[in-house]
């Protein structure tokens, strides 16, 4: 899937190696007590400060979902993020949101598409959702839901294909993600899982075409 990568690799970016480079600078037995105050925010999965509702695309509803299907960080400088991973909810939107509130369920993803082609994002792409059942997976990605059924074509409307080109395509122009299949997966490709979306009617050969369209016209 691309350039090969250590698990270390991944997981260790450019905020880790600052403060690293820091401690070592001012040597880790004595780094003043206000450098570790302005610091701190910079380890990884560490919460940086956030404007509260805010969205990473414009015109996205927000809705938070629980703490308990995601983890804080701060990437893309504590986790590169190079993969856009592509879900279907199996069910409607508003089962879909209601699901990931839940603490229970245990997993979410950065945002849903609607029908309608309506965004709603229920995590920052700063942070880490548990969205595709591989930790390296989610430490790299971004997880986009489309709502509708695997099984059902006419599900996949063409609001829901254009808006969803245009939030991948606003993804892999901030990050500077490749627009391919290497980079640009359905959560069936991501390694060990056990889901088949977005199955066999969505239609990629329609879609990377509107990606770089859309990446093109914003550019």
């Given at each position: 899937m691309g350039?090969?990568?250590?698990?270390?690799?991944?997981?260790?970016?450019?905020?880790?190696?600052?403060?690293?480079?820091?401690?070592?600078?001012?040597?880790?037995?004595?780094?003043?007590?206000?450098?570790?105050?302005?610091?701190?925010?910079?380890?990884?999965?560490?919460?940086?400060?956030?404007?509260?509702?805010?969205?990473?695309?414009?015109?996205?509803?927000?809705?938070?979902?629980?703490?308990?299907n995601f983890r804080w960080a701060d990437r893309p400088d504590d986790y590169t993020i190079d993969m856009v991973v592509v879900h279907v909810t199996q069910g409607d939107l508003s089962s879909a949101v209601?699901?990931?509130?839940?603490?229970?369920?245990?997993?979410?993803?950065?945002?849903?598409?609607?029908?309608?082609?309506?965004?709603?994002?229920?995590?920052?792409?700063?942070?880490?959702a548990y969205h595709a059942g591989n930790r390296a997976y989610n430490e790299r990605s971004v997880g986009i839901e489309h709502e509708g059924f695997v099984d059902r074509p006419k599900d996949f409307t063409d609001a829901m294909y254009a808006t969803s080109a245009e939030l991948t395509a606003g993804i892999c122009r901030r990050y500077g993600i490749p627009v391919d299949r290497e980079h640009i997966i359905g959560h069936v490709e991501v390694p060990g899982t056990d889901h088949t979306d977005p199955g066999e009617h969505w239609d990629w050969d329609r879609y990377l075409p509107l990606v770089r369209k859309a990446l093109t016209a914003s550019a």
């Open positions: 350039a090969k990568k250590s698990d270390s690799d991944r997981r260790i970016g450019r905020r880790a190696l600052l403060v690293g480079g820091a401690a070592a600078a001012v040597g880790t037995g004595v780094l003043a007590r206000d450098e570790l105050a302005r610091l701190y925010w910079r380890l990884p999965g560490v919460r940086r400060p956030r404007v509260a509702g805010a969205v990473d695309f414009r015109g996205a509803r927000w809705v938070a979902a629980s703490e308990a209601k699901a990931f509130e839940d603490p229970g369920h245990r997993a979410a993803a950065h945002y849903i598409v609607g029908k309608d082609g309506h965004v709603t994002q229920m995590i920052r792409e700063l942070d880490v």
